[in-house]
């Protein structure tokens, strides 16, 4: 493999994880600005505090990390648009999703926290394990399954009971 062809596809590996990235970002907070802002900021960190560019599995769990850390750096600031915020319900079009799916999906991801989002996309959408999940929230695994339970019997079942869920 000719060096041009090898930073062709790393660059493309690259490009696959970005988009990942942005799409963690965008359905956590359901926003194209912020969303655009926090994965370019969580992009340049990761990639200025890694020293291996080359182990894209670093890159994603880092990069997923520095991803919370702003988002929830964020959500602090008194401009930050709660799950019941007028801006918060426009942005239910923004989704790239079929009407009836869109705004099931809206109203049932509004319902939940900012981290109970983050941890739901996290597991279903970009099927991190919950050992990858626990180094990207920096919290101890048995929490994290506890807490993916939590989540899942919400989805499946948004009354007090429901089946438990291997994790």
């Keep these: 493999m000719t060096e ?28 194209i600005k912020a969303a655009e802002a926090l994965t370019a900021g969580a992009f340049s960190d990761t ?9 894209l599995e670093a890159f994603r769990i ?5 991803l919370y850390r702003s988002m929830k750096r964020t959500s602090k600031n008194p401009g930050y648009a709660s799950g019941d915020s007028p801006a918060h319900q426009r942005r239910e079009n923004q989704l790239d999703l079929p009407g009836e799916k869109r705004n099931r999906t809206v109203v049932f991801l509004s319902k939940l926290s900012l ?3 983050f941890l739901l996309l996290l597991f279903c959408s970009d099927r991190f394990s919950s050992v990858q999940i626990s180094q990207i ?4 695994r048995f929490l994290v399954q506890k ?8 989805a499946a079942f948004p009354g007090p009971s ?6």
């Design 4 to 31: 041009t062809e090898q930073k062709n596809q790393v660059e493309s590996l690259y490009s696959a994880a970005v988009k990942e990235l942005y799409g963690l970002a965008f359905y956590t907070v359901l926003d």
């Design 47 to 55: 990639f200025r505090i890694l020293s291996d560019k080359a182990d």
């Design 62 to 66: 880092k990069a997923a990390s520095c």
């Design 115 to 117: 981290c109970e989002r």
């Design 137 to 140: 929230l920096c919290l101890l």
């Design 147 to 154: 807490k993916l339970r939590g989540i899942l019997q919400k």
């Design 162 to 167: 429901g089946p438990s869920f291997p994790i």
